[in-house]
């Protein structure tokens, strides 16, 4: 073996170094500014030599998914983010990360949940330590300690996570003997530490530390190099979660934080925070009267009032007269139905958890429907079938019911009982690319019609790993995921791709929206699927006089209803374009003697179908003007003398101010214009 390994750098560039040599050395020779600058390296190997396997150990303070199965569970990669301090042992290509690059935030966030967890410890020595991933905004630590932590707390951590910053500690990389590391945990009491070492680990090999002065956690890391670079960071809040999120084991305690480079990006983070809790769906509709969830009825279950009845009633027109236009056919299907039907379609044994409960009937069992697609089935194979009634569109606003467990519903955005745009497509093969693009035109019509320009695209798929998860066999995966990504390559989509995503019956393509503070919300999908077809026998005279197995493609572009609006309110901020607000024009009557006028005006208003409300009450003109205001009403028209004798209205436009006097005939035309072309702006 060589002495001497060969390092890639970004400009093609390469040098030989002396095995062993760090990262960090390697930037200190090109230039000790870019040493002082990096903060973490990504490496890939470019002989085909894998790391050894104590490089391998799972993390119990790192990852950052909600389940503890892909939180510890070990993903080879092409690429791999390390300490600059690691050892390279093999040829690699090598990027050396500033602070510039989203994934070493991502590192410096883990640093600060040691840090957070140095802190704890040195506050409270009696708390054990679960694990303390990093986030897409933060990070947090799992603490088992009787005592519940106060507000007070959090404030004393977060000062002495000053105190360890401060010090300027390294973080070393060690390895311990798997059994030593057993016996230590052992008898400090540490359960979840050694529930982690046994379950992700291997009998005989060095089990993954990281040391930052006295504070030791397992821990596969990286790390930046000191705890000093932990630069900007907040403790937020605290949150009860169960062990291994299962309500029977022992309740923890879970701290969050957050981190960034410098104060001026975390006083950005907290500020766009503030934003979002202005734009609070749950507050916006209880302020507004759109919705309400009643404690009586249950969690998860929407009434909708009568103005969010409204919003809803222009969406749910808007799509159905889209799915006319594009060739679908509006069909109903019932809320329960046999639990034969689910058995048959395999949810009831693949998705039965998320399912309530079978109710036992006098003839025989049933269950709410969590989905429309066997309902669509069902009206497809209700009557035979030619090559040249295909494709058959069915469209649908069907309720369907989820059992989502208590505490995880969450406003309008997770419910238990919701409507779906749902459709379904029954196709030949050979539409099926056609199809799938037309759902995709759909979707971006979706978008753009209610004031989204900003999307991204994702294509999952089946993970071969795990076949037991995924009905169907892999050759009818490989075509129904070739035939997704095809559509996607050929439209010149950007798209990522996720493996295991897919739907236990078929790859999907996700369209996730950009809302107006750059947050990512999945809504739109669309579905291959194979499998029902197969489990319904559903069938087609084909052009040859046989019979022929039809595809189905599923498609929903709101997602649901429900999830959308709440998606639409937080957009919007409760300030909905003129051709979705349940009011749309506030009328204001200077003094009594001019509501003959203002009613005038509001017959000439409402024959071109605005929805107007006029204020009658014997109150002054500014009060009337501000509770219009508040209810984010997009026009308010003042009319006196003045506008009387001109027939003509005084404009008030909600987020402009006052316009001043504008012929009434003028007014009805620019709100003409606004409704047709559904425009997001005043």
Same mark, same amino acid.
């Given at each position: 073996m060589s002495d001497q390994i060969r390092v890639t750098l970004p400009d093609g560039s390469v040098r030989e170094v002396p095995r062993g040599t760090t990262p960090f050395a390697i930037a200190h020779s090109i230039?000790?500014?870019?040493?002082?600058?990096?903060?973490?390296?990504?490496?890939? *190997? *470019? *002989?085909?030599? *894998?790391?050894?396997?104590?490089?391998?150990?799972?993390?119990?303070?790192?990852?950052?998914?909600?389940?503890?199965?892909?939180?510890?569970?070990?993903?080879?990669?092409?690429?791999?983010?390390?300490? %600059?301090?690691?050892?390279?042992?093999?040829?690699?290509?090598?990027?050396? %990360?500033?602070?510039?690059?989203?994934?070493?935030?991502?590192?410096?966030?883990?640093?600060?949940?040691?840090?957070?967890a140095t802190a704890i410890t040195e506050l409270y020595p009696e708390v054990k330590l679960g694990h303390g991933p990093a986030t897409d905004s933060g990070f947090f630590y799992d603490i088992l300690r009787e005592q519940p932590f106060t507000p007070e707390d959090l404030a004393a951590i977060e000062a002495k996570m000053a105190e360890v910053v401060a010090r300027n500690e390294p973080f070393r990389h060690e390895y311990i003997a798997r059994d030593e590391a057993l016996v230590g945990y052992l008898q400090q009491g540490d359960f979840m530490k050694v529930h982690f070492i046994e379950k992700f680990t291997k009998s005989g090999e060095g089990v993954s530390f990281y040391r930052n002065g006295e504070f030791l956690d397992f821990c596969r890391g990286p790390h930046v190099p000191s705890t000093g670079r932990v630069k900007a960071f907040k403790v937020m809040s605290i949150a009860g979660a169960y062990w291994l999120g299962d309500e029977k084991n022992p309740q923890l305690q879970r701290i969050y934080g957050t981190a960034f480079y410098t104060q001026k990006e975390l006083d950005a983070h907290f500020k766009h925070l503030e934003e979002i809790k202005a734009r609070d769906h749950r507050v916006l509709g209880k302020q507004l009267d759109l919705f309400s969830i009643q404690e009586i009825a249950g969690p998860g279950l929407i009434f909708w009032h009568p103005k969010g009845a409204l919003i809803r009633k222009e969406m749910e027109n808007w799509m159905r007269d889209e799915c006319l236009r594009r060739g679908y056919s509006l069909v109903y299907t019932p809320h329960i139905m046999k639990r034969d039907l689910w058995k048959v379609s395999g949810h009831d044994g693949v998705y039965s958890k998320d399912m309530f409960p079978a109710m036992e009937l006098d003839d025989a069992e049933y269950r709410a429907k969590p989905m429309n697609c066997p309902g669509h089935i069902l009206i497809y194979k209700n009557s035979p079938k030619s090559y040249r009634d295909l494709p058959q569109r069915y469209a649908e606003f069907g309720n369907v019911y989820r059992y989502e467990r208590s505490g995880t519903m969450h406003g309008l955005l997770r419910v238990r009982g919701f409507t779906q745009d749902d459709a379904h497509i029954f196709c030949t093969p050979e539409q099926i690319s056609g199809e799938v693009e037309a759902c995709l035109d759909f979707a971006e019509a979706v978008l753009k019609n209610f004031g989204f320009s900003e999307y991204r695209v994702e294509l999952s798929t089946r993970d071969p790993k795990k076949e037991g998860e995924f009905f169907g066999t892999a050759e009818d995966w490989a075509y129904s995921e070739g035939a997704l990504r095809d559509v996607l390559t050929n439209r010149g989509l950007k798209f990522q791709e996720f493996p295991g995503e897919a739907a236990f019956y078929g790859p999907k393509i996700d369209v996730k929206l950009v809302d107006v503070l750059g947050r990512l919300w999945q809504l739109s999908t669309v579905q291959f699927d194979f499998n029902l077809p197969r489990r319904f026998e559903l069938e087609y005279t084909g052009e040859d006089g046989e019979k022929h197995q039809p595809v189905m493609v599923h498609r929903a572009l709101f997602g649901s209803v429900e999830r959308f609006f709440g998606v639409l309110i937080e957009h919007y901020a409760g300030a909905f374009p003129l051709w979705l607000a349940p009011v749309q024009v506030g009328l204001v009557p200077i003094s009594e003697k001019h509501l003959d006028y203002a009613r005038t005006v509001k017959a000439e208003l409402e024959k071109i179908g605005l929805r107007v409300e006029l204020d009658e009450r014997n109150e002054m003109m500014k009060a009337k003007i501000r509770d219009f205001a508040n209810e984010k009403i997009p026009f308010v028209l003042i009319m006196g003398d003045k506008e009387a004798a001109n027939n003509a209205v005084s404009v008030r436009t909600r987020g402009k101010g006052d316009e001043g006097s504008t012929p009434l005939a003028d007014f009805i035309a620019r709100a003409k214009d606004l409704l047709t072309t559904r425009s997001a702006t005043l």
């Open positions: 230039s000790p500014r870019l040493a002082d600058a990096v903060v973490v390296a990504k490496i890939r *190997t *470019t *002989t085909g030599n *894998t790391t050894d396997g104590a490089e391998d150990q799972s993390d119990a303070a790192h990852g950052g998914a909600q389940t503890e199965e892909s939180m510890y569970s070990d993903v080879a990669t092409a690429e791999r983010i390390v300490d %600059l301090a690691e050892p390279l042992n093999e040829d690699v290509a090598l990027w050396l %990360l500033k602070e510039n690059d989203p994934e070493s935030l991502r590192v410096v966030r883990h640093s600060a949940a040691h840090v957070m």
